[in-house]
C-alpha cells in the first residue's frame, strides 16, 4: 500500500505565505515525477507545479513568481511554498506523485486526500 498525505493548508491573509508539504509511505521502490494540482469550488483541478525527479520544475502562469515547488528524495516528500497569496488562491490542494511499489512493480499515479489553502481577511 501507498499513500500520500498532505499537509501545512490553513487560512491566511492575502500576501501572507504557506508552506504544503505531502510525505509519500508504504511500500515505495522509486518515485518519479510529483506535482501539486488545486481545484476551486466550481472549477476544473488544475495543475500548480510539477518537479521532476532530477529537480527539473514547471509552473502555471498564475503562481511563477511566488510559488516554489522542491522535494527531498530521501524523504519521499514534496513542497510547495506559496508567497504572496491572493483570494484567487482559494482552493483544494492536492499532491500527485508517480510511484513504482514492490506490491504491483508498475508505475501509477497516487493522489493525496487534498488540503484546504484559504486566502481571505
Known amino acids: 500500500q501507498v499513500q500520500l498525505m498532505e499537509s501545512g493548508g490553513g487560512l491566511v491573509q492575502p500576501g501572507g505565505s504557506l508552506r504544503l508539504s505531502c510525505a509519500a509511505s508504504g511500500s515505495i521502490f522509486g518515485i518519479s515525477d510529483m506535482a501539486w494540482y488545486r481545484q476551486a469550488p466550481g472549477n476544473q483541478r488544475e495543475l500548480v507545479a510539477r518537479i521532476t525527479s532530477g529537480g527539473s520544475t514547471n509552473y502555471a502562469d498564475s503562481v511563477k513568481g511566488r510559488f516554489t515547488i522542491s522535494r527531498d528524495n530521501a524523504k519521499n516528500t514534496v513542497y510547495l511554498q506559496t508567497n504572496k497569496l491572493k483570494p484567487e488562491d482559494t482552493a483544494v490542494y492536492y499532491c500527485?506523485?508517480?510511484?513504482?511499489?514492490?506490491?504491483?512493480?508498475?508505475?501509477?499515479?497516487?493522489w493525496g486526500q487534498g488540503t484546504q489553502v484559504t486566502v481571505s481577511s
Open positions: 500527485t506523485a508517480q510511484i513504482i511499489s514492490t506490491d504491483r512493480w508498475q508505475w501509477r499515479d497516487y
